[in-house]
């Protein structure tokens, strides 16, 4: 029985997903030991984002809202319910990156913007998913509690977004291209 080049590629797509997932999972060990280190570089956040560029919107979003639920039950960590908050957020910068990244040209400006847009859309997803578990719990969430949990406290891990992931993009995009040569 023969592979065609679609299930081929949706293979590798299933193989990479996983990789990143495993990522996720992984990643905050590493930044986890201080966990104010871990919130600011937020590493759960950089294998969804590559996995969108790789993968395309559905895997990525698949990876980001699966990866906070999947640590939560393995570890315990992203600590609920702030973690449900956080699976919204990192599927919707899978899907959101994942989008732009699909309908934009492939050049390293349109990486950057796709990145951007969906770092910024990610960020209001996790402050309304923040303000609804407020309301659901009768805790309490202002602006400020928002604008310090998607800002300036995850400042780092947003320049080290930008400084990593479109390089690695335009890497992965060059060996993809010299592999169809």
Not at 7 to 34: H, N
Not at 129 to 155: C, D, N, Q
């Given at each position: 029985m023969q592979t065609t080049s679609l299930q081929r590629t949706g293979l590798m797509k299933m193989l990479y997903s996983a990789?990143?997932?495993?990522?996720?999972?992984?990643?905050?060990f590493l930044t986890g030991q201080i966990q104010t280190v871990g919130n600011m570089l937020c590493p759960m956040h950089i294998p969804v984002l590559l996995c969108a560029?790789?993968?395309?919107?559905?895997?990525?979003?698949?990876?980001?809202?699966?990866?906070?639920l999947l640590r939560f039950a393995?570890?315990?960590?992203?600590?609920?319910?702030?973690?449900?908050?956080?699976?919204?957020?990192?599927?919707?910068?899978?899907?959101?990156?994942?989008?732009?990244?699909?309908?934009?040209?492939?050049?390293?400006?349109?990486?950057?913007?796709?990145?951007?847009?969906a770092m910024i859309a990610g960020r209001l997803i996790w402050g309304a998913g923040m303000l609804t578990i407020a309301g659901i719990t009768s805790g309490a969430f202002s602006l400020s509690a928002f604008w310090a949990g998607a800002v300036?406290?995850?400042?780092?891990g947003i320049i080290l977004q930008i400084v990593l992931i479109p390089p690695l993009v335009l890497l992965f995009e060059r060996y993809a291209s010299s592999k169809k040569a």
């Amino acid at each position: 029985m023969q592979t065609t080049s679609l299930q081929r590629t949706g293979l590798m797509k299933m193989l990479y997903s996983a990789l990143f997932l495993a990522l996720a999972l992984v990643l905050p060990f590493l930044t986890g030991q201080i966990q104010t280190v871990g919130n600011m570089l937020c590493p759960m956040h950089i294998p969804v984002l590559l996995c969108a560029f790789m993968c395309g919107p559905q895997w990525a979003a698949a990876v980001g809202f699966t990866a906070p639920l999947l640590r939560f039950a393995l570890f315990t960590m992203p600590p609920m319910p702030n973690g449900i908050a956080m699976a919204f957020e990192l599927m919707t910068y899978g899907l959101v990156c994942g989008l732009m990244y699909k309908l934009l040209p492939k050049k390293i400006g349109y990486t950057y913007l796709s990145l951007i847009i969906a770092m910024i859309a990610g960020r209001l997803i996790w402050g309304a998913g923040m303000l609804t578990i407020a309301g659901i719990t009768s805790g309490a969430f202002s602006l400020s509690a928002f604008w310090a949990g998607a800002v300036t406290g995850a400042v780092p891990g947003i320049i080290l977004q930008i400084v990593l992931i479109p390089p690695l993009v335009l890497l992965f995009e060059r060996y993809a291209s010299s592999k169809k040569a």
